[in-house]
């Protein structure tokens, strides 16, 4: 069965600081992973995406996620964080080629500083 | 445009109450649909999936249930709600096989 694991539960920086959120997925075929990002009182909104192609993906507001197939990690950086990126972060998996559900982590709350 | 709408946003049932809570989207068709529970700690948790009109999927033996009488409306239903079912509530589509999942913007259900 497909499983993700977010091993930071809460991670706590100041501003200008790099961030790294881990996440590794158990699942035995291709997959598709995205992250996914709650502001405070908003709805979940898609930050990045990967299905096949070049590793590194790009999303908004300066993140990116490097797909380490090796590793079954999907971890996700920025090199310097804003007080706005504070958040919980949801990392999800979903099989490519099988129902599409999408399966998520226990999510990451990061708290941003000044 | 696609959009997703979900109500009520808030709401405070007491245990033993029935439930009924409505997702409709707009602006695609035959979408699949998902309904997930969010609780502190543990994630977003999959619920029930559709991927067609009549077609439910659930994912894990509970207190609720789910129907889809429209290709664009999804209902989370429960006969008689526990405690336990306190959580917030989200509804999600997609259109596979190659997008993510658009939410909307859930309902914050408290059983007193």
């Known amino acids: 069965a497909q499983s993700v694991s977010q091993h930071n539960h809460h991670v706590i920086l100041s501003e200008a600081a790099s961030l790294e959120l881990g996440c590794n997925y158990s699942y035995g075929g291709t997959v598709n992973l995205f992250w996914y990002v709650q502001y405070p009182g908003q709805h979940l909104q898609l930050l990045l995406k990967?299905?096949?192609?070049?590793?590194l993906v790009k999303g908004i507001k300066g993140f990116e996620a490097e797909f380490i197939k090796s590793k079954f990690s999907f971890n996700l950086r920025k090199p310097s964080v804003q007080w706005s990126d504070t958040a919980e972060y949801f990392c999800a998996v979903r099989g490519a080629y099988n129902t599409d559900k999408l399966i998520f982590g226990t999510g990451t709350r990061l708290q941003v500083f000044p | 445009s696609q959009t997703i709408h979900q109500w009520p946003a808030t709401l405070v049932q007491p245990v033993g109450s029935p439930l009924s809570l409505e997702c409709t989207v707009e602006?695609?068709?035959?979408?699949?649909l998902y309904w997930y529970r969010q609780a502190a700690g543990r994630g977003l948790q999959l619920l029930f999936y559709?991927?067609?009109?009549?077609?439910i999927s659930s994912e894990v033996p509970q207190n609720l249930s789910a129907s889809r009488p429209q290709d664009r409306q999804f209902i989370l239903s429960s006969k008689k709600l526990l405690l336990s079912d306190s959580g917030f509530y989200l509804c999600a589509w997609s259109v596979p096989p190659r997008d993510g999942y658009t939410f909307g913007s859930g309902t914050r259900l408290t059983v007193v």
């Open positions: 559709s991927v067609g009109i009549g077609q």
């Open positions: 990967y299905f096949s192609g070049d590793p």
């Open positions: 602006g695609t068709s035959n979408p699949n």
